[in-house]
Nanobody, 117 residues
Framework: VHMAASGGGLVQAGGSLTLSCTHS????????MAWYRQRPGRERELVAK???????TYSEFVKGRFTISRDTNKTAVYLQMNSLKPEAADVYFC????????????WGQGTQVTVSS
């Protein structure tokens, strides 16, 4: 597995977290990337995505509160999560939004976000 998400944790409602996505290979430069969330028994759900040119797209339930970004060297992808609500408590994953799941883009480790009310 090449890709891993990190930065999750326990936060109070209204608080903030920043998730990070890293890859063991230098591939983020050339592909769109996205953050997903998943809870037990449900499919992964797209949260936000960013194109190779930097265009950002957000799901309705996070718009205005979450921000997806890449670092300047495009070696990591981030999700800044503000004004967190209890319903945001999920395991978060990163991957390409276009469905490509070759060896270098198999689902990696997710990171748990827990929001206390």
């Amino acid at each position: 597995v090449h890709m891993a998400a990190s930065g999750g944790g326990l936060v109070q409602a209204g608080g903030s977290l920043t998730l990070s996505c890293t890859h063991s290979l230098d591939v983020f430069n050339f592909v769109p990337m996205a953050w997903y969330r998943q809870r037990p028994g449900r499919e992964r759900e797209l949260v936000a995505k960013v194109s190779t040119g930097g265009r950002e797209t957000y799901s309705e339930f996070v718009k205005g509160r979450f921000t997806i970004s890449r670092d300047t060297n495009k070696t990591a992808v981030y999700l800044q999560m503000n004004s967190l609500k209890p319903e945001a408590a999920d395991v978060y994953f990163c991957n390409r939004p276009d469905g490509y799941r070759g060896d270098e883009f198999k689902w990696g480790q997710g990171t748990q976000v827990t929001v206390s009310s």
